[in-house]
């Protein structure tokens, strides 16, 4: 069974003299076990990245600096969330085509995500994403 996405408000300790700290914790804050964190930087305002699903990989999202939209499509409704704050993150499951826009020059994007990096979990055809989507769709409709 998917689950779906969605803005997790990360726990924030500190001061305005001091600064702050943000956090959040596998298994608690995040549905998963963290096998893998990476982030993705000095990116120029305008650029699309992403375009892609992936099949049972979930990651939890965030941007510690600037501003990053992103528009998340389970194959039958796209939402759009933005990450612009470092206290979002943003949770995504299995099966969910994502693109994601830098507003801002620079902003960082990181990722924590439930495995490591295997390029055959992609999907990186829209085509043979939405056939998935309706093979999946067709198989849950039939069960007893
Ligand atoms: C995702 C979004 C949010 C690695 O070798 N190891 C890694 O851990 C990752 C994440 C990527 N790569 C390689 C694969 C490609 O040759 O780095 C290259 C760039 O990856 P990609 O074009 O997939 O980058 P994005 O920004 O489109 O997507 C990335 C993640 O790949 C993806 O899982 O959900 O960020």
Redesign the pocket.
Known sequence: MKDSDSIVELKKTGSADVGFLSFFESQRDVPFEIK?V?Y?YDVPAGTK????A?RK?R?F?WCPYGAIKLVLDNGIEKKEYILDSPEKGLYVGEGVW?D?YWLKDNSV?C?A?SDY?D?SD?IRDYGEFLRLVREAYWKDENKL
């Open positions: 893998r990476y993705i990245r992403g375009m892609h992936h990989l990651q999202l994502r994601m994007l990722v995500a990096y390029e992609y």
